[in-house]
């Protein structure tokens, strides 16, 4: 399970929205399945359907992460017109087996959903997302 602010959850609706009608991206921080920071990265492929990070900016922020003691809990990116539900790309490009892979669905933009998924070997597991209060 990952626990979510809902403080954090709004940050990352607002980048979805921000950004569209691309799809965003970004990387999620904290301990022990507690999401304590948000990292807005840059989506270099500007599309709808797809991202990608520059390396660099993901170096940094990994860099950032370890000094503050925290552990990269998972990676974001938002769908713009289909469910919060892995992509084949997105399973492709699953490099990280521990980390969440969560989607937000901006397919109703008033509703905007957030689902959280671990992907080890291309094989999909579902896991549970809890938006709470505060930290």
């Known amino acids: 399970m990952i626990y979510i602010p809902k403080k954090l959850f709004n940050i ?15 990387i999620v921080a904290g301990k022990d399945g507690w999401v304590k920071k948000v990292y807005k990265l840059t989506n270099v492929d500007a599309s709808p359907e797809s991202f990608s990070v520059e390396p660099k900016e993901q170096l940094k922020v990994m860099k950032e992460i370890r000094n503050l003691g925290l552990e990269m809990l998972g990676i974001y990116h938002s769908h ?10 997105d399973v492709e490009l699953a490099f990280y087996p521990d980390a969440y892979y969560l989607i937000i669905s901006l397919k109703e ?6 689902r ?11 896991e549970e997302v809890k938006l709470v209060d505060s930290v």
């Open 116 to 126: 959280a998924f671990k992907i080890r070997e291309g094989k999909i597991t579902e």
């Open 12 to 26: 990352i609706v607002e980048q979805a929205k921000d950004e569209f009608p691309n799809e965003c991206c970004g």
């Open 80 to 89: 713009v017109a289909s469910e919060a539900y892995p992509s084949n790309r």
């Open 109 to 114: 933009k008033d509703n905007p959903q957030i």
